[in-house]
């Protein structure tokens, strides 16, 4: 669940998390990864202001928390809807029809791929292979994970949410 | 307290999760406990995954091997009082072949498991990965236990030398010879590393393993640590697969406090930790210098080799490489002999190889049969052929550095160097079957547009060239391209391959030129013709209303964003072709099946 930051200005506890999970990890150089891990955890995405934080807490250049932030497709510094949509567009999923799956999401919520609704309840991202091929096309919603999805499926999952 | 006499086994893999094996396994639980005749006496094991994912959930029933397919969580009482209580078979859940349509109810005879050979897999589906006991009662930690009270770590790397075991990850490097050469290698501290990274989308055999069997990699380690004089481990998973690196911590801590991992293992003066280490979405960090620079907390870009990570890895110190499946091989090969792995598979290729069918294929799952088995045998006799009964066009292995295999090399024995030879790669063994819908050039795009967004950016050939390559076919799919663009796909691909720095870009125009070689035609036909034999490519398609079908309701009218459709009530309709989008609302609407999708 995505924190927002009030007028991209962190509060006294957020900035004590990230302390915490710096710390954690020793404020280790190395540990970079495992620390934006921590904090997206924590904050549902990695806006600029968190990765300042970091970058002051571990005494790095926020250049290159940056870089490491932008290198990574896992973090982001958009925040996500409060119901995450992931199509799987691995090559099982793709050859079963993944990409008709992609459109009939875009055109059911109005958003593109990467986007979020304008209620913040949805959002749409892609992804390669969470390793349930054998149920290809797949789409995961949060940790809920629906198999042999067709376009006319897709109706029917937004609906199971829309009303929650 | 009475003895436990049966065991049920289900599939707690990520797949069958999806299909609530959870809560078919706590449903039995919960029908167990509340049947006073039998509580004490049955156990419910959540297993890693059975392989046979096409029909999961999965159950199986020991001691008599009754082996149940599709199982719901509704049909836990019907198993508890039938098969438990009554001893009787419950036809529906059995499998049926779908050629012979002959019932099957033990997996030794069914097509899928009859030309398999699970060494890598061994465990995956027997035991509960979650309890040590278990995998110890399976010969667990035997090898370990021999090699660093019997044997001097020169002694295994000979063992693992003369088995011939080559790297699974995609490179089939002898591993033996890297062992070797991470031990010669001078340096105070080694490490040993895994490769979970598992990046080849529609691969899913590390995975497997790390859920269903995780000491088996944690006990590979070990030994490799040993033989190579390493203190240290480290596993480098990805983050998206949030249950392996679960049961992975668990079987770490258990190893742990059974002295198996630790200080002063069983008692002796070898001491050997592992941590974890997470990826965060790169595919170039599966490359091992890449993965080195990831773990160090850095952006995941690949170095120049050599020095190779036997030399100078994790820290500038030397560090060992290897891929789950290769240490899945170890502790086996160490107990049963070299030459005993050494006794299967091909000339230069020993041993068994897993794979991931996945596709148009009947049997998606998980496979692992000796190298040397036929393209056909893989996808005919253990996958079951082709889905819905259409034709086989062609199979993709090695993911996006491998290559389209057609029907001419369908009897090739698979291993590392004929799939080389005839224009793929083994690489970590995804198996991607694709029939008479499927576009080649489409497939040869697909690739083309994962390589450039995971391209890491650090050479220009990759960078630059793999993004030409997939505009070009772009063109070519939208209906725009000419004949020099197939000329300018093959040169640019050579120099792709040629000066690229890593792996990535040295194999990401593997897909084009297989392509290219094997379905020429179909790239012509694009290209002049402008068609799709396949279908597939929207720009070639054209949606049309037949005349005699159409009854005029307007339900198409109404759901066409752009317009496109017009006519007058009770009359039959056109669509425009100029302002028609492709989007096939019209065709999903129409309740008299009037509207057509043509090439
Ligand atoms: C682009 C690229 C991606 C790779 N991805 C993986 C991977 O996901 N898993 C893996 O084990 N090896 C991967 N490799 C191979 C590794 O670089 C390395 O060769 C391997 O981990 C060595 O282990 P092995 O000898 O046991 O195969 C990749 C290589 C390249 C060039
Ligand atoms: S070949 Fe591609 S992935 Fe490899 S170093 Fe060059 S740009 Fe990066
Ligand atoms: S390709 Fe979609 S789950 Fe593997």
Redesign the pocket.
Known sequence: MAIVCEKDQLQEQHLLKIKEICNTFNKDHSELINILHGCQGYFGYLPAEVQEAIALEIDMPVSKVFGVVTFYSFFTMKPKGEFPISVCTGTACYVRGADKLVDEFQRELGIDVGQTTEDGKFSISTLRCVGACGLAPVVMVGDKTYGHVSPKMVKKILKEYKTK | MSKINQHILTCGGTGCRASESKELAQNLRDEIASNPAIEGSVKVVECGCFGFCEKGPIVKMLPDNTFYTQVKPTNAKEIIEEHIVKGRKIENLLYTDPVTKEVIDESKNMGFYKKQHRIALRNCGFVDPENIGEYIAREGYEALGRAIFEQEPQVIIDTIKASGL????????P?GL?WEFTKNAKGDQKYVVC??????PGAFM?RSILEGDPHSIIEAMAICAYAIGANEGLVYIRAEYPLAIDRLKIAIKQAEETGLLGDNILGSDFSFKITIKYGAGA??C???TA?IQSMEGLRGE?NLKPPFPAESGYFQKPTN????E??ANIPVILNKGADWYASMGTEKSKGTKVFALAGKINNVGLIEVPMGTTLREVIFDIGGGIKDGKKFKAVQTGGP?GGCLTEEHLDTPIDFDNLLAIGSMMG?GGMVVLDEDDCMVSMAQFYLEFTVEESCGKCAPCRIGNKRLHETLEKITQGKGVMEDLHQLRNMSEVIKETSL???G??SPNPVLSTLDNFWDEYVEHVEDKKCVAGQCKSMLRYVITEEDCVGCTACVRVCPTNAITGTKKKPHIINQDLCIKCGACMDKCSFDSILLIA
Not at chain 2, 166 to 173: E, I, M, S, W
Not at chain 2, 195 to 200: L, Q
Not at chain 2, 321 to 324: A, Y
Request: net charge negative; charged share 25%; hydrophobic share 25%.
């Open positions: 080559r790297g699974r990850g995609g490179g089939g490097f591993t890297k490769n979970a990274d598992e990046g080849d590390d595919f170039v599966g490359e091992e993965l690949p490489v290897n891929n789950v290769t240490l550095s970590s890593c792996g990535l040295q194999t």
